[in-house]
């Protein structure tokens, strides 16, 4: 059953241009236990937002897990892991941090409780719903 996350980005550093551009990432850099542990229960075909922060604040696209993790070799690679993806599609219309704190069926989504997690699971209700305010 596939499951469903949040991965956050700086868009100056890389963003959803950048991996369209690429056709597929290799997510490194995450230096998180909790992120990390996040990625190391991904499975190939899982999808997931494409969340722009610091610059924007919002969900822009959809991406999936193309390959299942592995040492990230560009830090500790006993500790922290990369997991590839390939983006899906673009939303239709980009989802704003601030809409989704206002909007009473996400009062639970993880990136509203713990702001500095950098890669978050997502309930089927909650992609759901941050979709539909995409307009999809």
Do not use: C
């Not at 597929?24 to 499975?43: F, H, L, R, Y």
């Not at 070799?73 to 941090?97: E, F, G």
């Amino acid at each position: 059953m596939a499951q469903y996350w949040l991965m956050k980005s700086e868009p100056d550093e890389y963003g959803w241009d950048d991996l369209v551009a690429e056709k597929e990432g290799i997510w490194d850099g995450v230096k998180n236990a909790q992120a990390s542990n996040n990625m190391k229960a991904m499975k190939k075909g899982d999808q997931i937002f494409f969340y722009h922060s610091r610059q924007g604040l919002e969900v822009v696209g959809i991406m999936e897990v193309s390959e299942e993790h592995s040492p990230d070799v560009t830090t500790d690679p006993d500790r922290w892991v990369v997991v590839k993806v390939k983006p899906v599609r673009k939303l239709d219309k980009a989802v704003p941090l601030k809409a989704m704190k206002q909007n009473p069926k996400l009062k639970d989504l993880a990136i509203i409780r713990q702001t500095r997690l950098s890669v978050a699971p997502v309930t089927v209700g909650e992609w759901e719903e941050i979709l539909a305010m995409a307009g999809e």
